[in-house]
């Protein structure tokens, strides 16, 4: 299957990512090798094959919400990059 | 013997014996690390303390009289993609470089209930995503069987340390084959458990519908009895299941395979694979028929496709999965940005390596207007007709034997350059993936340049147990764990 840079690009910003131009290039190759191994699988004839949803327990897949109360505080915060009194602060994220 | 080439079933037994405390186990497994470690590079932390604490409440629980669970003194080793309560779980990836859980997951929960003793964190590929461990953001870990070879991916480390007696069980996780395949290039033994049987709670996801959680270890009982203690439902995880579970394997394990119908697809011996690989498994058709198996050829006609419908299903939940790591609440973080888009852009591009952000490209493409029909639909599709191909031919076989991996292992560097190569290598793993089946990998031959050769033996949904059996009775005529890496 024949891309372009745009069709890499593009792809990239609906994937949240940024890509110079040359990295742009480099994919165009590979993802045309591997998008023409994918076209395998639309020469098969799947007839009416349906797609099904994963096998579960029977009865249903939500469990009731439950709380509890987590005991360490601290090591909740371990991971935000930053603490303003019990607050965790994140960038600004309305513009 | 040392302790450190023990079975994880010796060093129980030592213990509840008395011959050696857990202490002197976790002493001689770190002993053993800190000689052979910079030779291997498979760990990416080391829990030495938290370990000898550990050991130490085992010796104390002997001294009490008091029983000892199933995994009691056994070092074991943990995939760095699994959840470790106060322990840094990387993912091989930048983006969690300085990641600590405030939690463990189910299967953590449960070797710590065992008394397994977890003993570090293992190196991998980057998300779970290759096939040699080479895309780990933080180094490359060594075969042990020759350092200039892969020890294959993506639980390249689990495999290494395993193999090279740093650990005497590890954890992986399965997506496409990276619990076998690694462990058939690193000479030891990797169960990819049914879909379901292995709570994922607390497994950083790549493709939820495909991952699951298994044992690496130095021989067949040994797996089993890790898979005793890890299986079984849990309600944090939706997709595991109450019924259908085997809680003991080892009343059966040692019972004869006469009879046993096993089926070998013809369409995995085609062209392509290489011929030390065909030459061993033969070999292991023939001691299964001496001792009273029934084998026949079976055609499994779509196994070539498989591999598409996989990377295009996998690709497209990690594109899903991983959008997760944006940069705000936890992860990397880019120094240098002044919109919200940009942030997010720069954390994410600068966070993960390139075959990530390959992969999220390709399921994003593949999950996008215009080709979503073309590529997922047709996808999914063909994963139900895979999975019906394969429920039929279990109607009339027990198990099915196959190569692990269409090559020997390969060197460092040899396929870095063109993903696609390295994807093709997975071919005879992610169909078992597709149709959620259980698969064991185990060494079954030495190729003429000195390196491990495995083979794959294929259950029905939930047949651990014919796999126990079939894999320990050839183990038995075999005897591979007499084979060990010179380090």
Request: glycine share 8%; hydrophobic share 40%.
């Amino acid at each position: 299957m024949k891309i372009s840079v745009e069709d890499v690009r593009y792809i990239a910003k609906l994937a949240k990512l940024s890509i110079s131009f040359e990295q742009a290039q480099k994919m165009v190759k590979e993802f045309e090798g591997i998008l023409t191994h994918f076209e395998s699988i639309g020469r098969l004839d799947l007839g009416d094959a349906q797609p099904e949803p994963l096998e579960r327990d029977s009865g249903t897949v939500l469990r009731e919400d439950e709380t509890s109360v987590f005991e360490d505080k601290k090591k909740l915060f371990l991971n935000t990059k930053s603490i303003s009194d019990s607050y965790i602060e994140v960038p600004k994220i309305i513009e | 013997m040392s302790i450190h080439e023990m079975t994880a079933f010796e060093i129980r037994k030592g213990i509840v014996k008395r011959q050696f405390s857990a202490r002197d186990v976790v002493t001689a497994f770190f002993d053993r690390i800190y000689e052979k470690e910079p030779l291997v590079d498979g760990f990416l932390t080391l829990c030495r303390e938290e370990a000898l604490t550990k050991a130490e409440q085992i010796d104390r629980k002997i001294q009490r009289g008091e029983q000892l669970g199933k995994l009691g003194g056994i070092p074991i080793a943990v995939k760095d993609n699994i959840c470790t309560d106060g322990i840094r779980t990387t993912c091989a990836s930048r983006m969690l470089h300085d990641f600590i859980p405030p939690y463990d997951a189910t299967v953590v929960k449960r070797l710590k209930e065992a008394d397994a003793v977890i003993i570090g964190k293992t190196n991998m590929d980057e998300f779970a995503m290759g096939s040699s461990t080479e895309n780990s953001a933080f180094k490359n870990t060594k075969n042990p069987w020759d350092r200039e070879i892969v020890p294959g991916g993506s639980s390249g480390g689990s495999a290494a340390v395993v193999s090279a007696g740093m650990a005497a069980l590890a954890l992986g996780s399965d997506t496409g084959g990276s619990i076998r395949q690694p462990a058939a290039f690193c000479g030891v033994v990797g169960l990819k458990p049914t879909y379901g049987l292995v709570s994922r709670f607390g497994l950083i996801a790549f493709g939820s519908s495909l991952d699951q959680i298994g044992p690496l270890a130095k021989n067949i009982k040994d797996s089993a009895l890790a898979l005793e203690a890890i299986q079984g439902k849990d309600k944090y995880d939706s997709t595991s299941v109450r019924h259908s579970i085997t809680k003991d394997y080892m009343s059966t394990i040692e019972s004869s395979v006469k009879g046993m119908k096993i089926g070998v697809p013809v369409e995995f011996f085609d062209s392509g694979l290489d011929e030390e690989i065909a030459f061993s498994i033969k070999g292991c058709i023939k001691k299964l028929k001496e001792i009273g198996a029934f084998v026949e050829d079976i055609s499994l006609p779509i196994t070539e496709e498989g591999l598409s419908a996989y990377y295009i299903i996998s690709s497209a939940e990690a594109s899903s999965n991983l959008g997760r790591f944006d940069g705000l609440r936890y992860g990397y973080r880019t120094k240098d940005y002044s919109s919200l888009d940009q942030l997010v852009e720069r954390s994410r591009s600068e966070g993960f390596g390139e075959e990530v952000k390959r992969r999220i490209m390709l399921g994003t493409f593949a999950l996008s207007s215009g080709y979503y029909d073309a590529y997922y639909s047709t996808a999914q599709k063909l994963r139900a007709r895979i999975k019906e191909q394969f429920i039929k031919v279990f109607e009339n076989y027990d198990i099915l034997l196959s190569p692990v991996s269409p090559v020997l292992p390969f060197k460092i560097g040899e396929k870095v350059a063109n993903p696609l190569e390295m994807y093709l290598s997975d071919i005879y793993t992610v169909n078992i993936n597709l149709a959620g089946l259980p698969a064991i990998s185990m060494p079954c031959g030495i190729s003429n340049t000195g390196l491990p050769i495995g083979l794959q033996i294929i259950g029905p949904h939930f047949g651990e147990e014919k796999l126990f059996k079939a894999a320990y009775a050839l183990e038995q005529e075999l005897k591979p764990t007499a084979m060990h890496p010179m380090l």
